[in-house]
C-alpha cells in the first residue's frame, strides 16, 4: 500500500485487487475516487482530494479511472463522475456524487475520519 497521506492510483485490476485487500484488512476507512479523465468536475476536486489525502493520514484513499478500469465501477454501481464511495472493511459505509467538497469533508467526518493539524 502507498504511505500515508497520498491518493494511490489503480490502473489495473491486479493492482487494484492487491491495494484493496491490504486496505482493508488495515481496517481503516476506504474513499475512492471514480474519476475520469474528459469529466471537468473531476479535474475541479482532484487537487482537493489529494489534500484531503494529506490532512486524514487514518484513511486509505483511491482513484480509479472508470474508463481504465470499468469491471471496477460496475460492481460498485458508478453511474456519475465523479463519484465517492466510503467503504471499511470491504463493506460500502456511504457515497457522495458530485464534486461536493464539503459534503465529502463531512462523510470523512462522520465516519470517523481524523484531520491532522
Do not use: Y
Not at 489529494?50 to 453511474?79: C, G, P, R, W, Y
Amino acid at each position: 500500500m502507498a504511505g500515508e497521506g497520498e491518493v494511490i492510483a489503480c490502473h489495473t485490476i491486479e493492482v487494484w485487487n492487491e491495494q484493496i485487500k491490504a486496505a482493508n484488512d488495515s481496517k481503516k476507512l476506504i474513499v475512492i475516487d471514480f474519476t475520469a479523465t474528459w469529466c471537468p468536475p473531476c479535474r475541479f476536486i482532484a487537487p482537493v482530494f489529494v489534500e484531503m489525502a494529506k490532512k486524514f493520514l487514518n484513511v486509505v484513499f483511491f482513484k480509479i479511472d472508470v474508463d481504465e478500469l470499468q469491471s471496477v465501477a460496475k460492481e460498485f454501481k458508478v453511474e456519475a463522475m465523479p463519484t465517492f464511495l466510503f467503504m471499511r472493511e470491504g463493506e460500502i459505509v456511504d457515497r457522495v456524487v458530485g464534486a461536493r467538497k464539503e459534503e465529502i469533508h463531512q462523510t470523512l467526518m462522520k465516519h470517523g475520519g481524523v484531520a491532522s493539524a
